[in-house]
């Protein structure tokens, strides 16, 4: 096969082709070197140039529209124009197990399992005591609490002001807002509507206390308690499984097996 030798283009076409590919920005109306190049007839240039020179162009092209920005009303703010790019993947993490660098160990297993059941035993024989007045601190939310406490100490909603400014002022509103409603459709979702706003406002975070205004309005034995309701059973159980949660918080951390 014969080789053919290729003539190095003149320093002054190498400039021209550097000024063409390094321009900034694209002309929106095409220019005479771009109607030259169109035609094949600027300078002489062959059609191997040329295609070296669509081909830079075509990128440019697609670099510019991938960054190009729309300005905004307001002066001197721009905003980036969202492309099929930008768009976040569809992620399914939140469908899986939460990934961890080590597995738990035993004792992190059976200690937290050892204070819920301690914390129930405990409600328990107390609803015996106190049974006779109509009494009991037993109740399912209390199961949530201490799901909470007893496996995840550090969460928000395991904060002691959480706790018990969220178990208080949600009984409240419960025993309020069935005062004036009584029992029925509107009393519980205002209920539940007033007790997830004053956890905003309180910033006392702490989900199972929105249960407590329900399980007042639809519970016979529990209305019979009245304002007594905003402390027996929430805010007494939570002080009995607080002290449980640092038990099991010191076995975790020093009873490791």
């Given at each position: 096969m014969a080789l053919v030798p290729v003539k190095p283009l003149p320093f002054q076409r190498l400039q021209l082709l550097g000024r063409n590919i390094f321009t900034p920005t694209v002309p929106r109306v095409p220019s005479m070197v771009s109607a030259a190049f169109k035609h094949r007839?600027?300078?002489g240039l062959s059609s191997y140039d040329l295609?070296?020179?669509?081909?830079?162009?075509?990128?440019?092209?697609?670099?510019?529209?991938?960054t190009r920005r729309r300005v905004s009303k307001s002066p001197g703010a721009s905003m980036p124009v969202a492309s099929a790019e930008d768009l976040p993947a569809v992620s399914w993490d939140s469908w899986k197990p939460e990934k961890t660098t080590v597995?738990?160990?035993?004792?992190?297993?059976?200690?937290?399992?050892?204070?819920?059941?301690?914390?129930?035993?405990?409600?328990?024989?107390?609803?015996?005591i106190l049974n006779?007045?109509?009494?009991?601190?037993?109740?399912?939310p209390l199961g949530?609490?201490?799901?909470?406490?007893?496996?995840t100490?550090?969460?928000?909603?395991?904060?002691?002001?959480?706790?018990?400014?969220?178990?208080?002022?949600?009984?409240?509103?419960?025993?309020?807002?069935?005062?004036?409603?009584?029992?029925?459709?509107?009393?519980?979702?205002?209920?539940?509507?007033?007790?997830?706003?004053f956890m905003v406002i309180a910033r006392a975070n702490?989900?199972?206390?929105?249960?407590?205004?329900?399980?007042?309005?639809?519970?016979?034995?529990?209305?019979?308690?009245?304002?007594?309701?905003?402390?027996?059973?929430?805010?007494?159980?939570?002080?009995?499984?607080?002290?449980l949660q640092e038990i099991v918080c010191y076995l975790k951390e020093n009873l490791k097996f």
């Open positions: 007839h600027f300078s295609c070296i020179y669509k081909s830079v162009r075509h990128m440019r092209n697609l670099w510019s529209c991938s597995a738990p160990s035993l004792s992190d297993v059976v200690w937290p399992a050892a204070g819920a059941f301690a914390a129930m035993a405990i409600l328990g024989r107390i609803d015996h006779p007045k109509g009494i009991t601190l037993s109740v399912a949530a609490v201490s799901a909470i406490l007893f496996t100490p550090s969460a928000p909603a395991a904060r002691k002001y959480n706790i018990f400014m969220a178990q208080i002022g949600c009984a409240a509103i419960g025993v309020l807002v069935f005062s004036i409603f009584g029992p029925g459709l509107l009393s519980r979702s205002t209920a539940l509507a007033a007790s997830i706003a702490h989900p199972p206390a929105a249960s407590l205004p329900l399980m007042f309005i639809d519970g016979a034995k529990l209305q019979k308690l009245s304002f007594w309701y905003v402390l027996f059973p929430g805010a007494a159980a939570c002080i009995l499984l607080c002290f």
